[in-house]
């Protein structure tokens, strides 16, 4: 438990580090590919944050999930696309192939649905090669391009306000 702590307070000061290097994007493609990044540990209604998408015009099969938990019991059966913190090692380096090949694919849009800092999902969000980022404004600033100031059960509100955005950008 403690070296968990010790742990995530390392893997913080590296990504801290690396988020000096963060690039803008000032891409005008029009968002067809969405990337979907969710702390399952505490929201558990990715069903509807999914039909929100799709209800608003972005395809089903467009849509590719990482899907994060504190804890993954031995027992429990679990998606290809959800991973713990046991997929990073103490230099900040993912071991998951299927989360490496996420972290790789040019999304025209990147949702982070998390408003609690956890170094993984920073991670996760620092490395991707998405052309846009949007997220919580409770999480680091320099990680995303557009920052919804909402909480995370909210899904309704955060579904409307990313497209009334992306709306106004010429996004969509």
Known sequence: MFLNYIKDYFLK?????????????SSLVPIQSVGLVIDESYFFEKDKLIQELID?????NNIKLALYKDKIKKNEHVLEHTFSSKKINWRAEISDLTLNDFISEKFDLLINYYDIEKAILLKVTSNSKAHFKVGFSTVDKR??????????????????????????????
């Open 13 to 25: 000061r590296i990504l801290k580090k690396n988020l000096h290097n963060v690039e803008n994007s």
């Open 56 to 60: 608003n015009g972005i395809l089903k």
């Open 143 to 172: 990680l995303n391009h557009l920052m919804i100031n909402t909480n995370a059960e909210n899904y309704t509100v955060f579904a409307h306000e990313l497209f009334r955005y992306l709306k106004i950008l010429n996004k969509i």
